[in-house]
Nanobody
């Protein structure tokens, strides 16, 4: 059974930093893209950053220059370093594995979400 487990959320003051981590486990053959999405109250879930298996990255305009996504040393792990945080970054952050392949299927998986709160 595949699981995505996130860690690293919390409360921080504006201008501070947080680092989110996500580890995918289970009978995984391959993951095409891993990324982070966020959803603030009353808003749609939006892509924050993503990284391909080849290392190419993509960022939302609102986080460029402040957030950095990277793959961890362990297979199927991804980190999101968030610097210069702003109150508008407050949201639940979700880890996503796009086109995760097992022996039986290829589909997207989501983590349970981790709260990030940035106080003014």
């Amino acid at each position: 059974q595949v699981q995505l487990v996130e860690s690293g959320g919390g409360l921080v003051q504006a201008g501070g930093s947080l680092r989110l981590s996500c580890a995918a486990s289970g009978s995984i053959i391959n993951i095409n893209v891993m990324g982070w999405y966020r959803q603030a109250p009353g808003k749609q879930r939006e892509l924050v950053a993503a990284i391909t298996s080849g290392g190419s990255t993509n960022y939302a305009d609102s986080v460029k220059g402040r957030f950095t996504i990277s793959r961890g040393n362990a297979k199927y792990t991804v980190h999101l370093q968030m610097n210069s945080l702003k109150p508008e970054d407050t949201a639940v952050y979700y880890c996503n594995a796009d086109n995760l392949a097992t022996l039986f299927e290829i589909r997207d998986y989501w983590g349970q979400g981790t709260q990030v709160t940035v106080s003014p």
